[in-house]
Structures are given as C-alpha cells and as structure tokens.
C-alpha cells in the first residue's frame, strides 16, 4: 500500500468532498497504521496524522470497539481481524475490475494475461483472461507461489528494501522450480535491480520450463499488484518481449487510473 500522504489532512479532505470528518480520519488512521506494518502506538499516530492525543484515542476506541483495531497486551495497537473479510472481498473485487484490462492484454499481445497480488510471502492470481491459442499457460486463479521464480514476484519486490527481500527470502526459502529458478539472494537482488533499470520483470522458464513471463507493477495501486502475460517460450520471444511490454505498461497505467478513481465508480474500462 501507498504511503499515506501528510500534507492532506482529513479535515483538509472533508472540506474538499462533503465528506464526514470523522470517518476520513478513522480511514486515514487504519491506512496508517497499515503503512507502518499493522501495529503502532498513539504517540506514532499522532506524529504522522498531526492529530491531537485525545481525538486518535477516541477513533482507535471506536475502531476498537468495532473489532477493525485490536489493542495489544504492550498497549500498542494493531490492526484487528474484521479487516481479513473486507480485504478478501476487495480482492476478489479487484481481479472482477482488472478483467477487462486483461481482455485488452490478450487482444493485444494474444497470450493469456494474469492479474497478481503480494499476500503476506506469497504471490496470488486474482485475475486471468486465457489466450485464444491452442497452446497456452494454464495458472489458474488462486494459484499461490514463490515470488523468487516468477515475473509478477520480481515485479512486486522491485522497490521493496533489499533488508526486506532478504527478510522474505529466509523465511520462504528460494527452491528451484527448473533448472533456470533463481536460488540465491544475491541472484534474485540482482534480478530486482534489472527489473528497475528496465522498467518490467521476466520469467524466463525460472517457474516452468518452456514458459516465459513477462510482468509489470500497476503504479499506485491500492495494495501491490502486478499484471503480467505469460506464453511458450517460442512465442514470448526477444523480439516479441519489444512489442510486448509497451503494451503491459500502458494496460497497467490506464488500470491504476481506473483503482485510484476517487467518487462512484469513476474509473472506465479500456477502450
């Protein structure tokens, strides 16, 4: 998730949309929080929201109270377990808006596109539109793997602080898939950095052999997720991967438009 931005204020934010103060603030509080890793204490609050002590400890009671914050034993507060239902909710939402994108991916390029989310070490597909081809990848929604072996991983790590890929890393371990599976950390930071230099990721048959991937992050997305087509290695050749990612970029900018849309739906599907 995007940081939160500290030069607007909720109440600056209520002004400007007619919305209801104390809702945006609990809102702003929740992402917060979420930005600084699910657990904080008041006075952090405070510093990053610039809202006074007594006005946050009233939010947190009724955000409390509501069971979306829980307070710990240490006092601190974290976020609390009604926000893994709404989250999956949103999920599954968020791969029904990205379809027509992908249809465009498909029409565009004619290899099957797939929408990827980062949930907690692994890597989920919440969206897929099949390529027309006979011969073509079958990942299916809901697939869950390794971000080290394949491109929407590197896509989604990119920008990620090599102290946290390395955190990650331990804790999934890196094994091979194929042969070509990246298995070091070096190997993979290595990787992370040409992705950035390059502006997309490949998976050049790291996840299964005869297949390449080719992936990019959606830009401010509301949490990270990264779009990507994946075909035969004959096809989603060199010279195709030239063709091929102008096409994902531009999918995938036009996609963060319609996920960043603030009112009642403004985001539009793909002409």
Not at 114 to 135: F, I, T
Request: proline share 6%; with cysteine; glycine share 8%.
């Amino acid at each position: 998730m995007p940081p939160s931005s500290d030069s607007t204020s909720a109440a600056a934010k209520s002004a400007t949309t007619g919305g209801v103060q104390s809702l945006e603030r609990a809102f702003d509080l929740l992402e917060r929080m979420a930005d600084a890793g699910g657990e904080v204490g008041l006075s952090e609050l405070s510093h990053t929201s610039g809202l006074p002590l007594p006005t946050i400890h009233r939010l947190m009671r009724t955000l409390v109270a509501c069971g979306y914050v829980r307070q710990q034993a240490n006092r601190r507060y974290a976020l609390g377990p009604r926000l893994i239902r709404l989250g999956e909710s949103a999920s599954r939402l968020l791969g029904t808006w990205a379809r027509p994108y992908l249809a465009r991916l498909v029409e565009e390029t004619g290899e099957t596109a797939n929408m990827a989310l980062l949930d907690g070490d692994e890597v989920v597909y919440v969206a897929q539109v099949p390529s027309r081809h006979s011969m073509r990848m079958f990942t299916e929604v809901g697939r869950r793997v390794l971000p080290h072996s394949t491109g929407v991983g590197k896509a989604l790590l990119a920008d990620a602080a090599p102290d946290e890929v390395r955190a990650l890393l331990s804790r999934t371990g890196m094994p091979a898939a194929t042969e070509k599976t990246i298995t070091t950390p070096e190997g993979f930071l290595d990787a992370l950095r040409q992705v950035r230099e390059a502006g997309y990721a490949v998976d050049d048959n790291e996840q299964e052999i005869g297949v390449r991937c080719l992936a990019v992050r959606v830009p401010d997305s509301p949490t990270a997720a990264a779009i990507s087509i994946s075909g035969p290695a004959g096809r989603v050749t060199e010279a195709a991967t030239e063709k091929i990612v102008p096409v994902l970029q531009e999918v995938a900018a036009a996609l963060s438009v319609a996920l960043t849309a603030t009112g009642n739906g403004n985001g539009s599907a793909p002409s």
